[in-house]
Structures are given as C-alpha cells and as structure tokens.
T-cell receptor, first 110, second 114 residues
Framework: GQNIDQPTEMTATEGAIVQINCTYQTSGFNGLFWYQQHAGEAPTFLSYNVLDGLEEKGRFSSFLSRSKGYSYLLLKELQMKDSASYLC???????????FGAGTILRVKS | DADVTQTPRNRITKTGKRIMLECSQTKGHDRMYWYRQDPGLGLRLIYY???????NKGEISDGYSVSRQAQAKFSLSLESAIPNQTALYFCATEPSGRGTGELFFGEGSRLTVL
C-alpha cells in the first residue's frame, strides 16, 4: 500500500516562515509534488522534486530526501492569501499515477 | 473559460439513483483522471485513462464506472448512488509523454447522496 503522512493543520503569522513536512512510504517513487488548494477550489501545482535537494521558486521552496522518504514545503514571507490546504503527492511508476496525502490546512493570522 | 470543465458543479440526489459526472477539456491532453476528496482523507484516485478507450482502476473504483469515448471527454458514473459516495469529485488532465504528475484540475463537482 501507499502511505503519505503530513500534519493535519498548522497556524503561522503573516510575514513569518513555515515548513510543512511530508513523509512517505510507497511502492515505487518517481517524484514528489506539492499542490495548493484554497477552500472550495481546485488544487493547483506548486512544485516537483525528483532528485534530492532543494528546489526554490520565489517565496516557495521544496526539499526532498529520497533515502529518508521525506519532503518539506517551505513558505517564506507568509501572506494572508497563503491560507490554504497544501497537498503532498508521490508519483508511482507502477500504473503511472499520483497518490496524495490528506493535506495540511495552513492558517495564516495577522 | 476553464480548460477543464466539470458538470454539474453541484448535485443532490437520492440513494439508488444513477448519476453521471461529466468532464471535458480543451488542453489536448491524453491522460485524464477522476479523484474524490473527503475531509481528512485527501484526494483518492477512482479511475484513470491514458487514451481513448483506455480505462484503468484506481484505489477506490468499486461502485463507479467511467467512459472515455473521446480524447476531450471522460465521464464518471455512479450506477446506484449510496450516501457514502457523498464527496467532492475532481477531474484532472495530464499531458502524455511527460509522466511528471503535474495535473490540471477541474473546479470540482460536489455530490450529495441522501
């Protein structure tokens, strides 16, 4: 089976930095993805890691360690609009499909 | 206009009724997916298709069926709806040849089964 774990909820302050962790145990691995989903809306792609290390994209960065089955999404200079659910997902080569974690609800307070 | 369009956006129905959710896309992508989303469970894959007439079961296909008669359309059917199929359903597309997992989602169809 596939197991992808992330915290259920987090709260952070506007302007701060927050790190959302994701651990995974899957039958195969071909990349780790982060999606953002605002309440009542569709998920949208944020980032993709297939090799170990840090990928930076503006205020958002994503890190991957394949040996540890671990990733995190780092959000800097938090804004109120960053309040959303953040979904960690692993691409499984057997079947070529994306398997999602339950998501982390991030609340940004002023 | 949205590139991935789902209809209906909201539907309330009764147990035992047949329901069809439609998905159409203008992105020209070969790969299409149906997910359902439940609070605390995240997105779970129901069915997926990599080409016209290609159908593959996902994690939770029981009680559902799909049809891919054209590249742009992927329909999800509930032959006899039951209350635990109440959920938010998302259709998604992905370009073929990349397999990178970057999906493009529709706006969702909220289904309530009474």
């Amino acid at each position: 089976g596939q197991n992808i774990d992330q915290p259920t909820e987090m709260t952070a302050t506007e302007g701060a930095i927050v790190q959302i962790n994701c651990t995974y145990q899957t039958s195969g691995f071909n990349g780790l993805f982060w999606y953002q989903q605002h309440a009542g809306e569709a998920p949208t792609f944020l980032s993709y890691n297939v090799l170990d290390g840090l990928e930076e994209k503006g205020r958002f960065s994503s890190f991957l360690s394949r040996s540890k089955g671990y990733s995190y999404l780092l959000l800097k200079e938090l804004q109120m609009k960053d309040s959303a659910s953040y979904l960690c997902a692993v691409f499984i080569p057997n079947g070529n499909k994306l398997v999602f974690g339950a998501g982390t609800i991030l609340r940004v307070k002023s | 206009d949205a590139d991935v369009t789902q209809t209906p956006r909201n539907r309330i129905t009764k147990t035992g009724k047949r329901i069809m959710l439609e998905c159409s896309q203008t992105k020209g992508h070969d790969r299409m997916y149906w997910y359902r989303q439940d609070p605390g469970l995240g997105l779970r894959l129901i069915y997926y298709s990599f080409d016209v007439k290609d159908i593959n079961k996902g994690e939770i296909s029981d009680g559902y069926s799909v049809s891919r008669q054209a590249q742009a359309k992927f329909s999800l059917s509930l032959e006899s709806a039951i209350p635990n199929q109440t959920a938010l359903y998302f259709c998604a597309t992905e370009p073929s040849g990349r397999g990178t997992g970057e999906l493009f989602f529709g706006e969702g169809s909220r289904l309530t089964v009474l």
